[in-house]
Each structure stands twice: as C-alpha cells, then as structure tokens.
C-alpha cells in the first residue's frame, strides 16, 4: 500500500472465501461486493448510509457497506446475504421472512435481514437501545417497540415493517 | 469522487505526520468523511487510516473519572457498564443518534468532528461560507426550519448535530490531542469555536491534530441524569432540539446541576445561565421554566425556527422536573 497510489491490491474475506483484488481506493465494501466479485444480493439503496439495503456483517456487526471502503476492510470478516443461507437452507431469519410475507419489492430484505440477525446478536449482549427505559439493566425484553427502535437503520419504501416486525420477533423465539 | 491514497499506520505520530504534510484526513469509521467524500464537499488526497493506532478503549481513572479512546465506537461506548451505570445521559445520548449500523462503525473522535447536515454545507453547488468562505449563506432566507437560534451569526447558522457531544458537555469532558510537536488536553466547553466571520473554522485544533481520548471527570449525581430528544421523526433522525441534564437536590433544593442543549447552536450548547439560576433554588416547574427562558433570551430566531426556543423550554420542564419527582 504505497502512499502516493489511489489504488491497491488487497485480500478481502467474504463469506469464508478469501479473495485477491486490484481496487480503486474509492471502491467500498458494497461496490466490491456487487461490481468485482459478483455478489448483487447486497443492495444499493440511497449509497449515504441512510436506507440499509447494503447492510452486511463486518467482523460479526452489521454496517452500511456503502460507507465502508474496501481497503480498510481488509482483514476483517465480511459476511453478505448470500454467506447467511441458500435456497435449499435458509438462515433461521430468512424462513421467518418468507413465512411471515415480510416484503413486497424485496430491495431492502437482503439488508433487512443482515441487519436482524446481528441486531439479534446485540441484544443477547445485553446492548440497550434509544427506548431501553433503563440502559443500565443489562437484560433487554425484546419487545415491538424495542425491534422498530433497532431495525430503524433499515427503510422498506414497500411499508413491510409490520410483517418484518413479526418476522424479526418469530426468528428471535 | 476524488482519488485517493490511502495509509494505515501502527502509531499516532505517523499518523500526525502523514496528515501534517497536508491535503489529507484522519479517516476513523468513515460515516460522515466518506458520504462528503461521495458529495464532493471533502476532498482529501490522502486518507490516513487510524483504525490501528490502538484508540479502542474505555477505562476509570483514579479518581474515579472515564478515559475514552477517541477510535472507540459509539456503539462499544454506549453499551460499556461503567457509562451505562455512572453516566446514563451519556448511553442514551449516543442511542438516540444515527442507527444501529451507523453506530457500529461511528467512533467517539470523530463523532466531536463532524460536520453540520445543513443541507446548503452539503450541497456543493449552493453558496455555503463554511464550506465556500465568502460565498454566502442561502439559509438565513431559505431552508432553516432547524438551524441556530444560539450563537450563530450572519455568516452562518448551522447546527452541531451531534448528540453525544451534548452529553460530553453536560459532563465537562476533556479532549486530548496529538499535534504535531505537543500534546495537549482542551476542554470541551474551549473546544468548538462559534462561526462568528469565520464557520470554516469550527474547532481551534490544529489543521493536523489527532484526538487520542476524552475524559470525563467523576460526577456521582450523574448516576440520575437523561438525555431527552426530540426530531421530526421517531427514529434515526437529527434532532429539532435536545437536552443532556443531571441535578443534584437536597430536600428539595437544587445543590447542583448540569444543562446542555442540542440542535440549537452551531456547538453543543452548555446552558450555564440556566444552571446558575437554578443554584439554590427548590426545584419546581416555575424554576425549571425561568431558568430554561434565562438561558434562551440569548435567541435570535429566524422566520422559520422560533418554534424551537418553546420546545426546549418545555422539553427543559419536563426533563428536570422527572429527574426531581415533581410534577410539571
């Protein structure tokens, strides 16, 4: 990584596999994910970390891959939709979404689901959220409120929220 | 967008140097640099990665106080036991901002140096003194509906939006820095400058200085403090305005008190009149209320904003009032 360069050749880890490429300095995580290495399921919404359709799971925690450049993901473990399940075996979070008609369009459901599971994830840890009514007790009772308070990073312009809440709460059990 | 080089060194004073050499920025979670990167209004020619310096942490200090390290993330520091028991406005405050995601990779450094979301700063093809010194300020006769009402001036009226800053300066936290030949610890109340001629100008830091941690002094009232928010939405949105506030009473009276504003000045606002009029006073909704309209007599509205001095007055009754137990 020579300073004056803009780009690079880095080794990004993706859903297990490692995978050698030649960047542009600008590419982020989502750009790299969709334009090199052929992974559309991570979507591009707004691309300003405002919508969460690009949502993807860095080191185990959910970010916007489109603010995240690439080449300081190196060495980090980036898991994508595709890396949570597959057709033929879906993701415990998944199956609730299709079971639960959470989506319409289905644009922002890649996102919508990444961003679940580690949400899920933040909750066994004890995190608490902006509608915790006591951010010192360390156990959260998961309830509507406090899933449309954590899902808020995710939009769905369809207006599935309610399924995706129904969804998110059958997954959780 | 334009390019870039890109470095990520394994300690501070490399990084200060790098930057010091000019036409670069310290790159941390990348949540705001990276989107004005994309909106053409940041145009760094070098990022300097400071992911590896080794910033991540939160520890107590001797007396009792936290040390923060600036590239901790917001979501490790909200969810650290020692702010969520010692200072709760703190955790609430950073809760309350941006989402989930976005919180994961924001850090706590440059969380105090972000830019406004005035939406002329980040539209480069608009006039905008802070990012175009000289060029004008459209917002005073245009889109203001939630910029300043507090210390702004006729060259500028933007707000600080973040909410964690609020709480740190309800909390008197100290800033440490890095520059290139000392290292130093700033206030935060000294931090931020106000717009006055020159809002290019926001911080009195030097042009290459690296935030290595924040301390915050120990205040065992604080224990019982909130961080109210309020926004145009009920999720992930900046505030319209919000308050960071503790109080301390003794059979009633106020022994102390801690009062800052959000969304309402181009810094976070320390609301020091209102804390000085409360002093020894009994806690009531009247003393509340008096003391919130002390501190915004200072208000110069817009056509559009004036709304805000009443909401926070208000948001400042209810707030102090439920931290006292009295009813307002």
């Not at chain 1, 050698?20 to 052929?38: G, I, W």
Request: net charge neutral; hydrophobic share 40%; charged share 20%.
């Amino acid at each position: 990584m020579s300073e004056a360069s803009t780009s690079s050749t880095v080794v990004l880890c993706v859903n297990g596999t490692r995978h050698r490429l030649c960047l542009d300095h600008r590419t982020t995580v989502l750009d790299a994910l969709r334009e090199h290495l052929d992974l559309t399921g991570t979507k591009k919404g707004c691309d300003h970390g405002q919508c969460g359709a690009c949502t993807v799971l860095l080191d185990g925690r959910r970010v916007n891959g489109c603010l995240v450049l690439a080449i300081s993901a190196v060495g980090k473990q980036i898991i994508t939709i595709e890396g949570l399940g597959t057709s033929s075996d879906l993701h415990p979070m998944q199956q609730a979404f299709v079971a639960q008609d959470a989506l319409q369009c289905g644009y922002c459901t890649p996102g919508q689901i990444c961003s679940a599971v580690a949400m899920l994830d933040e909750v066994r840890q004890g995190w608490p959220s902006a509608v915790t009514e006591d951010v010192a007790d360390e156990t959260i009772k998961l309830d509507d409120t406090e899933i449309r308070e954590r899902m808020s990073g995710n939009l769905c312009r369809c207006g599935a929220y309610v399924n995706i809440v129904t969804a998110i709460t059958e997954a959780a059990r | 967008m334009r390019e870039f080089a890109y470095a990520r060194p394994e300690h501070a004073e490399e990084a200060v140097r790098l930057v010091a050499a000019g036409d670069a920025a310290y790159l941390a979670g990348g949540t705001n640099l990276v989107d004005l990167m994309k909106l053409g209004v940041a145009r760094p020619g070098l990022l300097v990665d400071i992911t590896a310096l080794g910033l991540d942490f939160v520890t107590e200090l001797p007396d009792g106080g936290l040390r923060i390290g600036a590239g901790t993330r917001n979501s490790d520091l909200a969810a650290s036991s020692l702010v969520r028991r010692g200072y709760p406005m703190l955790t609430q405050a950073i809760l309350a901002g941006a989402s989930g995601q976005l919180r994961n990779l924001a850090t706590v450094g440059g969380n105090l140096l972000q830019r406004t979301r005035c939406s002329y700063f980040q539209d480069a093809s608009k006039p905008c003194n802070k990012r175009n010194p000289g060029s004008g300020c459209p917002a005073r006769t245009g889109e203001h509906h939630n910029l300043a009402i507090l210390g702004a001036s006729e060259h500028c009226i933007a707000t600080h939006p973040s909410d964690m800053a609020v709480a740190l300066s309800a909390l008197d936290a100290v800033v440490h820095v890095r520059e290139p030949d000392v290292q130093r610890e700033t206030p935060l109340a000294d931090f931020y400058l106000l717009p006055g001629d020159r809002p290019d100008r926001e911080t009195a830091l030097h042009p290459a200085a690296l935030i290595t941690a924040i301390d915050i002094p120990p205040l065992p009232f604080a224990r019982r403090s909130t961080y109210r928010k309020i926004r145009e939405r009920a999720s992930y949105a900046f505030a319209t305005g919000s308050l960071a506030a503790a109080i301390d009473l003794a059979d009633g009276i106020v022994r102390d008190v801690r009062l800052s504003f959000g969304a309402l000045a181009p810094v976070p606002w320390r609301a020091r009149l209102a804390e000085e009029a409360l002093r020894g006073q009994p806690a009531s909704p009247e003393a509340f209320r008096d003391a919130a309209a002390r501190e915004l007599a200072a208000a110069r509205p817009l056509r559009d904003n004036a709304y805000k001095i009443n909401l926070v007055t208000a948001a400042t009754v209810q707030v102090l009032s439920g931290l006292s137990e009295v009813t307002p």
